[in-house]
C-alpha cells in the first residue's frame, strides 16, 4: 500500500446510528458524579491524601510555595501522617546535602494555583472569623483545594476521550463507552477518590496527545495545534516519566508524511517542519521546573533517575495482565472486555495509520510496564484510557447489532462497574 493512503486522513467514522442529545446528558452525569465523588470523599476524609505518595507529589508546591526553595527538609516534619519510605525522601550526597524528593515535581507544576487559591481562603477564613489557622500548607483548607486541580485535569481528559472515540463511533456509543471505561477501572478512583497520585494528569496529557496528534493528522499544523501537541507531549512526560512511552503515537503519525513533503519539496512541508520544532521546544519547555528541582538537591540536573531505571531485558507480560492481586486483568477485568475491543478495531482499521500509531504506543508502554523491577501495578495503565475506550466502543458497536447481544454485554459491563466501585469506594481496600 502506498505511502500516500496510509497516511491519508481516515474515512468517515463508521457510526451506529445518527446521534442524539443521549450523549449531552451521559458526560453531564460523569463530570457531576466526579465533582460528587471528590467531595463526598473530601468530606469523609477531610482530604484525598491517602498515600504518601500523594505527599510527596505536594510537598514541591508546598515548598516553592511557603519556603521559596526546593529544600523539603520540614516537609518531613510538617505532614500529617507522612510514612513515606527513605529512599523517597531523604538527604542527597549532593545539593549541599538538602533533602531530595524523587516524585516528579509537575503534579506540583498544575496544582500550584490552588495553593495560592487555599492559602487566599486561609488567610481570609482567619480575618473573618479571627481563627488562627495555620497558613503551613497542610491544614484543612489546602489538603481540600489543592487536589481539586487535578480532579479538573481528569476530568478534561475523560472528555478529551469522550472526543477521540465519538470521532470514529456515533457520540452516545462514545459517551457510554468513556462511562463504563471511567466506572469499571481504577479511573474513577484516580480522578475523584484519590487525585493526590499523578495518575489523573498522566491520563489526561496521554489522552490529550493522542488526540492532538489525530487532529494534526486529519486537518494539519497550525500554532495552536503545534503548542497544544508540545504542552501535552512535554507534561505527559514530566508527570510520569514512563508516559514517554507515547511519543510512538505523534512519531507514527506525523514524521513520515512530513519526511516525505521535504524530501520532496513538497509546498508547505517546511512550515510543518517548523510547527513541529515549536511543538519540541515547548515540550523541553515542560521539563525545566524539573531539571531545576533536581539540580538543586542532587547536584545534576537528572540525578537520581537512572537508579529507577527499568530491568530491560526482563519482560513479563504475564505477570503485568494475571498477577494474583495487582495484574491488569485480575484486578479489572472490564480491561480484558475493552482490549478484546481494541484488537477488534485494529483489525478493522489495519490499513490506516491511526491505529498503527496506538498499536505501537501501547506495545512501548506494556513493555515498559513490564520490565519495572517493582511489583506489577494495574494503576500504570490509568494513561491507556484512550485505548480502552476506543476499544470498549468497538465491543458497544458489536453489541448493538442485535438485541440479545446488547443485553448480554449490558449486564457484564454493568456488574463489573458495580463490582469495581464497591471494591474501591471501600475504604479498607487497598487500589492498584
Request: contains cysteine; positive net charge.
Amino acid at each position: 500500500m502506498s505511502l500516500a493512503v496510509a497516511y491519508s486522513p481516515p474515512l468517515e467514522p463508521r457510526c451506529l446510528a445518527v446521534s442524539t442529545r443521549a450523549h449531552t446528558a451521559i458526560l453531564a452525569c460523569l463530570v457531576t458524579g466526579s465533582l460528587l465523588l471528590y467531595a463526598a470523599t473530601t468530606i469523609r476524609n477531610g482530604h484525598t491524601f491517602r498515600s504518601s505518595d500523594g505527599y510527596l507529589y505536594y510537598t514541591h508546591a508546598r515548598s516553592w510555595y511557603f519556603d521559596g526553595d526546593c529544600d523539603y527538609e520540614n516537609d518531613m516534619r510538617l505532614a500529617p501522617g507522612f510514612t513515606a519510605h527513605e529512599c523517597f525522601l531523604q538527604r542527597s550526597p549532593g545539593g549541599g546535602g538538602r533533602v531530595r524528593n524523587v516524585m516528579p515535581c509537575a503534579w506540583s507544576v498544575i496544582a500550584l494555583p490552588f495553593v495560592a487559591i487555599a492559602d487566599l481562603m486561609t488567610m481570609m477564613h482567619n480575618a473573618v472569623l479571627g481563627t488562627g489557622i495555620a497558613r503551613d500548607g497542610y491544614t484543612g483548607y489546602y489538603l481540600a483545594v489543592v487536589p481539586l486541580a487535578h480532579v479538573l485535569v481528569g476530568i478534561a481528559g475523560l472528555l478529551i476521550t469522550y472526543a477521540l472515540v465519538a470521532r470514529y463511533f456515533s457520540k452516545t456509543v462514545a459517551a457510554v463507552a468513556t462511562v463504563f471505561v471511567w466506572c469499571g477501572t481504577n479511573v474513577i478512583y484516580f480522578v475523584s477518590v484519590e487525585p493526590t497520585m499523578a495518575h489523573a494528569a498522566s491520563m489526561a496529557f496521554v489522552t490529550g496527545t493522542i488526540w492532538t496528534a489525530d487532529t494534526i493528522h486529519r486537518s494539519g499544523w497550525s500554532w495552536r495545534r503545534a503548542l497544544a501537541l508540545g504542552l501535552c507531549c512535554g507534561m505527559m512526560g514530566a508527570v510520569r516519566h514512563q508516559n514517554v512511552a507515547w511519543m510512538a503515537v505523534p512519531i507514527v503519525l506525523l514524521a513520515p508524511p512530513m519526511a516525505s513533503g521535504v524530501l520532496r519539496h513538497r509546498p508547505g512541508s517546511c512550515r510543518d517542519a517548523g510547527f513541529a520544532v515549536v511543538g519540541a521546544l515547548v515540550a523541553v519547555l515542560c521539563f525545566v521546573p524539573q531539571f531545576i528541582a533536581t539540580w538543586v538537591t542532587e547536584g545534576t540536573p537528572v540525578g537520581h533517575i537512572a537508579h529507577w531505571a527499568p530491568c530491560w531485558f526482563e519482560p513479563d507480560i504475564a505477570r503485568e495482565l494475571f498477577h494474583r492481586s495487582t495484574g491488569l486483568l485480575t484486578s479489572y477485568p472490564l480491561a480484558g472486555v475493552a482490549l478484546i475491543g481494541v484488537f477488534a478495531y485494529f483489525y478493522r482499521t489495519r490499513w490506516q495509520v491511526f491505529p498503527l500509531a496506538l498499536a505501537a504506543g501501547l506495545a512501548v508502554i506494556f513493555y515498559i510496564n513490564s520490565c519495572w523491577w517493582a511489583l506489577p501495578s494495574a494503576r500504570r495503565y490509568v494513561c491507556c484510557m484512550a485505548v480502552f475506550a476506543l476499544g470498549l466502543a468497538m465491543v458497544l458497536e458489536w453489541a448493538a447489532r442485535s438485541r440479545v447481544r446488547t443485553i448480554g454485554v449490558a449486564i457484564v459491563l454493568v456488574g463489573l462497574c458495580a463490582q469495581n466501585v464497591a471494591m474501591l469506594l471501600n475504604p479498607e481496600t487497598s487500589v492498584s
